[in-house]
């Protein structure tokens, strides 16, 4: 057989090998998720500050809260809960300094240094003050638990990405 005959060959036996992802996740060893509890989701402390990135440079606001008990993750490590500040929803929550941590982080973003509008609420002038920062994440039955504080938004100050301020 000639080389370029071969390859083909050898292309459909490695596909074959390789196993499915269904058969992958069926066999998984993970930790099945522990489910949200009012007081895991507890909200401790947290601040907001305003912060931007390369290479676009667009101000958004940066989100850190502490929890008294770990949230909830996916099979995949992923965290299972949801943010807001004052009723504005920001990205993926991700946690700061790593999964044992009880600290997080989301960002929420500015358009002309505005929140971008909800619902027909005008869009609100995103400017230094308080405001109140909710977690919310399922319980084992599938009700929604939720807890919500108040919390600064300020100008970023050094460590606050690493979440500093708060013993993270």
Not at 56 to 76: C, M, S, W
Request: contains cysteine.
């Amino acid at each position: 057989m000639t080389r370029i005959a071969l390859l083909p060959l050898l292309a459909v036996a490695a596909a074959a090998a390789v196993p499915t992802a269904s058969a992958i996740a069926g066999s998984s060893t993970h930790a099945p998720t522990v489910p949200a509890t009012k007081s895991s989701i507890k909200v401790e402390g947290g601040y907001a500050y305003y912060d931007s990135f390369r290479p676009l440079n667009k101000r958004e606001i940066i989100v850190v809260v502490k929890t008294h008990g770990q949230l909830p993750r996916r099979f995949d490590g992923l965290i299972r809960a949801g943010a807001t500040l004052s009723g504005h929803g920001g990205g993926s929550i991700g946690s700061v300094g790593g999964k044992a941590s009880k600290c997080y982080t989301f960002s929420i973003a500015l358009k002309d240094g505005r929140f971008y509008p909800t619902g027909d609420a005008p869009a609100a002038k995103g400017s230094p003050g308080r405001y109140t920062v909710k977690m919310s994440a399922k319980d084992k039955d599938g009700n929604t638990v939720s807890s919500s504080k108040p919390i600064t938004l300020r100008d970023r100050r050094p460590g606050d990405r690493s979440g500093k301020p708060l013993g993270c």
